[in-house]
DNA sequence: ACCCTCACCTGCACGC
DNA sequence: TGCGTGCAGGTGAGGG
């Protein structure tokens, strides 16, 4: 369920918790998690390295690793090997840091045994999260990583990126937007808002979007992504309180259309409609986003 | 190369 | 109360 700026936060709650921790040991549960690597394989890899920091790239959350040197003789030059450990949250995944005696909650697919004597779960109810072991050198040639699209509070990530990006699809915009490959960060509720606060149709098809609206919807998508990180409810993420926290609970208050079909538009009155686009659904004024 | 549909899961709200 | 249905904020494989 997480967009963008949830896992922002989820980043910046595990950068103040585990880094610095070494993971003594691991132990998945459900296999598919770490899959197309073994259980054993995952945690082998794991057991001994410390956290050295915590990133991102789009919703994927990087924890960095390094392995101290074991055996002998093995790149004894440098004496260790950096790894990241890329998590995708997907739908329901969660991180929890709980303490030795905690009892461990349901749907915990992986448990990390950190040196302070406390453990930090990996939970996730619709067990469509995954995790990946990638070697320090290769994240950026990593399947699912390479393609992305450039960060959204990146240089890169400008008014002709993006006017760019859409001359080329025939697709509506609002599908486009949840294309992590040409915009990145924004999910179904965030696509939403983002052509709300832009004033712009998410039927419209892409590559008929004037350059003036897609200035227009640059803006919006930088906006609603900075607005969503900055509300001080986001910083409510509370890796110790298992269910003290949903991402979307933090957040709804703020939403104009999600979820508000057949509410009155705040901008105009005129009800919110919503719609299934791709499987998805979508919401939007009918007469402040007018065709 | 692009784009669409379906599949992956559990749990919840709803109507009967 | 129970049961069936539809829906959920994300992606990726597979096929046209």
Redesign the pocket.
């Given at each position: 369920?997480?967009?963008l700026p949830?896992v922002e936060h989820v980043v910046r709650a595990l950068r103040r918790t585990i880094t610095g921790r070494t993971i003594v040991a691991s132990e998945v549960r459900l296999p598919?998690l770490v899959a197309p690597l073994s259980a054993s394989a995952f945690n082998r890899k794991l057991k001994g390295s410390t956290i050295t920091a915590v990133s991102r790239r789009?919703?994927f959350i990087l924890i960095e690793c390094r392995q101290p040197e074991r055996g002998r003789g093995q790149r004894a030059r440098s004496g260790h090997r950096d790894f990241v450990l890329a998590v995708?949250l997907?739908?329901t995944g969660k991180f929890l840091y709980l303490h030795r005696d905690d009892d461990i909650p349901?749907?915990a697919h992986a448990i990390f045994y950190l040196d302070n004597d406390r453990r930090l779960i990996f939970r996730d109810?619709?067990?469509?999260g995954v995790m990946k072991l990638i070697d320090g050198t290769q994240l950026t040639r990593t399947k699912?990583i390479k393609e992305l699209a450039p960060e959204p509070f990146g240089e890169e990530f400008n008014p002709e990126y993006l006017k760019s990006a859409l001359q080329?699809?025939?697709?509506s915009l609002k599908?486009l937007l949840?294309d992590?490959t040409k915009v990145l960060g924004l999910?179904?509720?965030y696509a939403s808002e983002a052509l709300f606060r832009a004033r712009i149709n998410p039927f419209k098809i892409a590559a008929q979007l004037s350059p003036a609206r897609a200035i227009r919807l640059h803006q919006s998508i930088l906006t609603v992504l900075r607005d969503a990180i900055a509300d001080s409810s986001t910083s409510r993420i509370d890796l110790e309180q298992p269910d003290g926290f949903?991402?979307?609970e933090a957040f709804e208050r703020f939403w104009q259309v999600y979820e508000r079909a057949g509410e009155p538009c705040h901008n105009c009155g005129t009800k919110i409609r919503r719609a299934t686009q791709?499987?998805?659904?979508t919401y939007w004024c009918p007469k402040c986003q007018r065709r």
């Amino acid at each position: 369920m997480p967009e963008l700026p949830e896992v922002e936060h989820v980043v910046r709650a595990l950068r103040r918790t585990i880094t610095g921790r070494t993971i003594v040991a691991s132990e998945v549960r459900l296999p598919k998690l770490v899959a197309p690597l073994s259980a054993s394989a995952f945690n082998r890899k794991l057991k001994g390295s410390t956290i050295t920091a915590v990133s991102r790239r789009g919703k994927f959350i990087l924890i960095e690793c390094r392995q101290p040197e074991r055996g002998r003789g093995q790149r004894a030059r440098s004496g260790h090997r950096d790894f990241v450990l890329a998590v995708h949250l997907r739908m329901t995944g969660k991180f929890l840091y709980l303490h030795r005696d905690d009892d461990i909650p349901k749907h915990a697919h992986a448990i990390f045994y950190l040196d302070n004597d406390r453990r930090l779960i990996f939970r996730d109810q619709r067990q469509f999260g995954v995790m990946k072991l990638i070697d320090g050198t290769q994240l950026t040639r990593t399947k699912g990583i390479k393609e992305l699209a450039p960060e959204p509070f990146g240089e890169e990530f400008n008014p002709e990126y993006l006017k760019s990006a859409l001359q080329k699809s025939r697709r509506s915009l609002k599908t486009l937007l949840l294309d992590q490959t040409k915009v990145l960060g924004l999910g179904n509720i965030y696509a939403s808002e983002a052509l709300f606060r832009a004033r712009i149709n998410p039927f419209k098809i892409a590559a008929q979007l004037s350059p003036a609206r897609a200035i227009r919807l640059h803006q919006s998508i930088l906006t609603v992504l900075r607005d969503a990180i900055a509300d001080s409810s986001t910083s409510r993420i509370d890796l110790e309180q298992p269910d003290g926290f949903s991402y979307g609970e933090a957040f709804e208050r703020f939403w104009q259309v999600y979820e508000r079909a057949g509410e009155p538009c705040h901008n105009c009155g005129t009800k919110i409609r919503r719609a299934t686009q791709g499987g998805r659904s979508t919401y939007w004024c009918p007469k402040c986003q007018r065709r």
